[in-house]
C-alpha cells in the first residue's frame, strides 16, 4: 500500500506543479534528495497512522473483551498498532528534520548548526509534538491490556493526527474565518479517512465475520458521507471560496491543486462504488460463508485508498 501510495504522490506532485526543484544558482538550498524526503516519508507516516488507528478502532468496536480486558486477537492488534506508531514515529523525525532543512534553504549537514531558528518554525515545532505523541502512543499501545487503555490510544492517535494538520494550506491564518473553518474540516476529514482507511484494513487482517463486517459497513457510510462533506468543503475554501460563479469552477481544471482535487474526487467516488458493490454483492457472499469475492474486492478498495492518501499528500504541497 505504501508503494502504491508513494508513486501516486510523485506522479500528483509532477502532475500538478508541486515538485520539488534544483535551488537557483549561487544558492545552497536542501537539496533533492532531502526535498522529495519529505512528502515521501509524509506517505509512509501516514501509512503507519492509518494502521494504527485501524488496529485500535478494531480493538474498541469488534475485537472480543471480556469485563473491560482485551482478548487474545485485540492484544495481537495492539501489539502490532504499537509497532505501526513507532514506524509513525521514525517517519514523523525524519520528516521534521527534512522539513526544517528545506525551509531555512540549507544543506543538511547544515542543520545543527541552525537549531534555534529552526526550532522557531511552526512546522517544526508541530511535527515535533506529533513525534512526542507517536512515540508515548507506541509505548501504550505495547502495554495496553484493557479496553480503558485502548480507548486512552485512540485519544492519543488523533491528537498526533491533528498536529500537522495545523500548519497546513492556510492554517498559519488562526484570525480568518476561512482559515478556521478549512482548518477544522481538514482535520475532521483526516480523521474520518483513517478510520475509513484503517477499519477496512482492520477487518481484513483481524476478523471477516458477519458482526464485525456490519459494524465496520455503518461505519464506512459514515466515514464516507463525512469525508464527502470536508472533502469538498476543504477544497472550495483553498481553491476560493470567497469567489464566485466561473471562476472558482474553472480553478478545478486551470490550476495544479484543482487538477489534483478533481482526482481524488474521482477516487472518492470510486471508493464510494465499490463501497457499493459490498453491500449489493459481497456481503450476501459472505454472510452465505464465501469470503473470497469480499475479500479481493477489498483488497482493490485499500488499493484505492493508498493511492488517495498519496493524491491528498501531493495536494498539502502543491501550490
Known amino acids: 500500500m505504501v508503494a502504491v501510495g508513494i508513486f501516486v504522490m510523485v506522479a500528483a506532485l509532477f502532475a500538478g506543479g508541486g515538485a520539488p526543484q534544483r ?21 509512509v507516516a501516514d501509512g503507519a497512522a492509518v494502521a494504527t488507528g485501524g488496529a ?12 473491560g ?16 506508531a513507532g514506524i509513525w514515529a521514525v517517519a514523523s523525525i525524519g520528516g521534521l528534520i527534512a522539513t526544517a532543512t528545506v525551509i531555512l534553504g540549507i544543506p543538511l549537514s547544515h542543520l545543527a548548526e541552525h537549531a534555534e531558528p529552526a ?11 506529533a ?17 480503558r487503555g485502548a480507548r486512552l490510544a485512540a485519544v492519543l492517535t488523533i491528537a498526533a493526527l491533528t498536529g500537522p494538520l495545523l500548519t497546513g494550506h492556510g492554517a498559519l491564518d488562526r484570525t480568518s474565518a476561512w482559515s478556521v473553518l478549512a482548518t477544522t474540516s481538514l482535520v475532521v476529514h483526516v480523521v474520518a479517512a483513517t478510520a475509513w482507511v484503517g477499519g477496512l484494513a482492520a ?11 456490519e459494524v465496520f459497513s455503518t461505519l464506512a457510510l459514515v466515514c464516507a458521507v463525512t469525508m464527502g462533506i470536508t472533502g469538498l468543503l476543504t477544497a472550495e475554501i483553498h481553491l476560493g471560496g470567497r469567489q464566485e460563479g466561473w471562476g472558482l469552477i474553472t480553478q478545478w481544471v486551470t490550476t495544479g491543486y484543482g487538477a489534483l482535487v ?4 474521482l477516487a ?18 459472505l454472510e452465505a460463508g464465501d469470503p473470497v469475492a469480499f475479500r479481493r474486492l477489498a483488497v482493490l478498495e485499500l488499493l484505492v485508498m493508498a493511492g488517495t492518501i498519496g493524491l491528498a499528500v501531493a495536494l498539502s504541497r502543491t501550490p
Open 119 to 129: 526550532g522557531q518554525l511552526t512546522q517544526v515545532r508541530a511535527l515535533a509534538a
Open 262 to 265: 478533481l482526482g481524488k474526487t
Open 131 to 147: 513525534v512526542v505523541l507517536t512515540a508515548v502512543l507506541a509505548v501504550v499501545l505495547s502495554g495496553v491490556k484493557t479496553m
Open 203 to 213: 477487518v481484513l487482517r483481524y476478523s471477516r465475520s458477519r458482526q464485525a463486517v
Open 69 to 84: 480486558k482485551l482478548g487474545s486477537k485485540a492484544i495481537r492488534a495492539c501489539q502490532d498498532a504499537a509497532l505501526a
Open 56 to 67: 485500535v478502532l478494531a480493538v474498541l468496536l469488534f475485537l472480543p473483551a471480556d469485563g
Open 23 to 43: 535551488a537557483v544558482d549561487g544558492l545552497l538550498g536542501a537539496g533533492l534528495g532531502v526535498s522529495w524526503a519529505v512528502p515521501v516519508l509524509r506517505v
Open 268 to 285: 472518492f467516488a470510486t471508493l464510494v462504488i465499490i463501497g457499493q458493490l459490498h453491500r449489493q454483492s459481497t456481503l450476501p457472499q
